[in-house]
């Protein structure tokens, strides 16, 4: 794809902020991080789209929890077109680390996800989506 240039007037503290942005992420230079920023926030928008996305829901949860492991297995089996993978892994006795790799429109990542997250005995959950 060809690239453009083109100015941006930014007040010192504003670039200040970008430049600081660009040497915590490592970025090779500004270009590349307004391209990430630019992207990242085209994939949230995308979320109100609905568009085709792709990502993963990352679940740590303790298996002893009211029959969590049945459930969500139940749950992942309603959505088994969104589902491309997933990775059960025993962290210690009582906790499970699930990783869970998707692809779909992303409203329904997000009701997936959602069902998911709000499981009783569900420590931590998040949903990372990106461009398909
Ligand atoms: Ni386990």
């Keep these: ?17 970008l430049d600081s942005y660009v040497s915590t992420n490592q970025f090779p230079n500004r270009s590349q991080a307004v391209r990430h920023l630019i992207e990242q926030h085209t994939v949230d928008k995308k979320w109100m ?13 303790d298996h002893h929890k009211n029959d969590i492991t049945k459930i969500a297995n139940e749950i ?31 409203n329904e990542l997000t009701n997936l996800s959602d069902k998911l997250i709000a499981l009783k005995g569900v420590k931590h959950g998040k949903l990372v989506m990106t461009r398909a």
């Design 1 to 17: 794809m060809a690239v453009r240039r083109f100015g941006v007037s930014l007040e010192e503290e504003i670039l200040g902020m």
């Design 49 to 61: 789209c609905n568009n085709e996305v792709a990502g993963a829901i990352v679940l740590v949860y």
């Design 76 to 106: 992942q089996h309603h959505y088994h077109n969104l589902i491309l993978s997933s990775q059960h892994i025993h962290l210690d006795h009582d906790l499970c680390l699930e990783t869970i790799a998707v692809k779909g429109l992303a």
